[in-house]
């Protein structure tokens, strides 16, 4: 793996690690690796050395477009000191560190989702048309802009992975990293982080479910 960004190997398998640091949408020499040439529009431009701000721009606030995209867009601006237009909530990634491995949910605004258990086995849910999952997300990103509303953005690099038995939840924005962790029960069970965790939990079970059942 390339890249300037952090590059965290919570797993023993590699597909996990892979897939667990392009959540995070911070790495585009990661996305670079993966994208097949000759680029298409957006990697053309997201991936080129040198890209106009107007580019960016467009991208970074564009309707329709994936968010992993669109934070790939943000995170150039960001590193260039430019703020995107718009502030925007993208995606939610809780990662909850268990006695047995790492835990991981990473649920974007358009209703997709990652989820790696602590086994590394995986689910990648591109469906965005089942009821209950969008209803769960919605509901998730409701009381997660709550929380980031209330709290500022990381000026650092991403922390490496919790440690077992602390919980974070990262909040990826278009100004930036929000992310709050803190021991599992205390943060389960705190007012603010509770909620977002409880209808995550209930996110979780529903992909995996649903994988299984496919």
Same mark, same amino acid.
């Given at each position: ?49 040198? @890209?106009?701000?107007? &580019? ?11 968010? +992993? /995209?669109?934070? =790939? ?77 209330? @709290?500022?953005?990381? &000026? ?11 919980? +974070? /939840?990262?909040? =990826? ?42």
């Amino acid at each position: 793996m390339t890249g300037n960004a952090t590059i965290d190997l919570p797993y023993s398998d590699e597909s996990a690690n892979i897939i667990y640091n392009l959540v995070f949408c911070d790495n585009a020499g990661l996305f670079q690796e993966l994208t097949e040439k000759p680029y298409t529009y957006p990697f053309d431009i997201l991936l080129a050395p040198a @890209i106009a701000e107007s &580019d960016l721009q467009k991208i970074a606030g564009g309707e329709g477009i994936d968010p +992993r /995209v669109k934070l =790939l867009a943000c995170n150039r601006l960001l590193a260039a000191g430019i703020l995107p237009q718009k502030k925007e909530l993208m995606a939610v990634i809780v990662e909850v560190h268990l006695e047995e491995g790492l835990d991981v949910l990473a649920s974007f605004v358009d209703g997709t989702a990652r989820y790696i258990n602590h086994s590394a086995k995986m689910v990648i849910w591109e469906t965005t048309d089942d009821e209950q999952a969008i209803d769960l997300t919605n509901k998730l990103f409701e009381h997660s802009l709550k929380i980031v509303n209330r @709290i500022g953005p990381w &000026d650092k690099p991403r922390e490496p992975h919790p440690v077992k038995g602390n919980t +974070r /939840v990262t909040f =990826l924005v278009s100004d930036g990293l929000y992310f709050g962790e803190a021991r599992s029960n205390i943060l389960f069970s705190d007012p603010m982080a509770g909620p977002a965790l409880n209808v995550a939990t209930k996110l979780m079970n529903h992909i995996t479910s649903k994988a299984g059942k496919q």
